[in-house]
């Protein structure tokens, strides 16, 4: 649900893009990366004040310029039909505030990808889409319940999926190496 929408239903304030800028550069000082995921996406909206009943169009973008340093923006999209048109929207987003993706990471690569899954990964390179990894269908599941899921096997610990995503996103690992 997105983050407006779920603020309404309970009745609850969302916090503002200065609170939630300042809780990032609390968060990079004691880690090497903060990822920041907008759930439905960077032209959702984040901020809500219930007590005022006011919608505030402020969304992911809006909070990147807010950062003090520019954020290595990566896309995450789903391996099927749509996702070019969702990659080029998105990328084309970023482009007009100022902002580049750094690349795509499809988020759900099925066990047995169907013919438009596979050329859908020629197309996002021949838009000029880096595709920096494709993370197994069903591997946040097996990560959350320590248990079997499709082709995975559990893990039983953070070392352990860590392990296996940087099999999944070598060109993730390798970002901090370039900059």
């Known amino acids: 649900m997105a983050p ?10 969302l916090p503002s893009l200065a609170q939630h800028s300042r809780r990032i550069q609390e968060l990079r000082a004691d880690y090497d990366a903060v990822i920041i995921e907008g759930s439905g996406g960077i032209s ?29 923006n990566i896309i995450v999209a789903r391996s099927s039909l749509g ?5 080029a ?13 750094r690349g795509v990471i499809i988020g759900s690569w099925p066990r047995h990808p169907s013919t ?3 050329d859908n990964l020629d197309a996002l390179s021949d838009m000029g ?3 920096l990894g494709k993370i197994p269908a069903g591997a946040g599941k097996a990560f959350a319940a320590g248990i079997h899921v499709q082709s995975l096997h559990s893990f039983a610990d953070v070392q352990e999926f860590q392990h296996h995503a940087a099999h999944w996103l070598p060109e993730i690992c390798r970002l901090g190496e370039r900059e």
């Open 83 to 87: 996702t070019l048109n969702h990659t």
């Open 116 to 118: 438009i899954e596979k």
């Open 129 to 131: 889409m880096s595709v």
């Open 89 to 101: 929207l998105t990328a084309n987003y970023l482009q007009t505030r100022g902002l580049s993706a």
């Open 44 to 72: 959702v909206d984040l901020a809500f004040s219930h007590e005022a009943e006011t919608y505030l169009p402020q969304n992911q973008v809006d909070l990147m310029l807010k950062l003090p340093e520019t954020p290595t």
């Open 4 to 13: 407006v929408a779920a603020a309404r239903r309970q009745g609850s304030d």
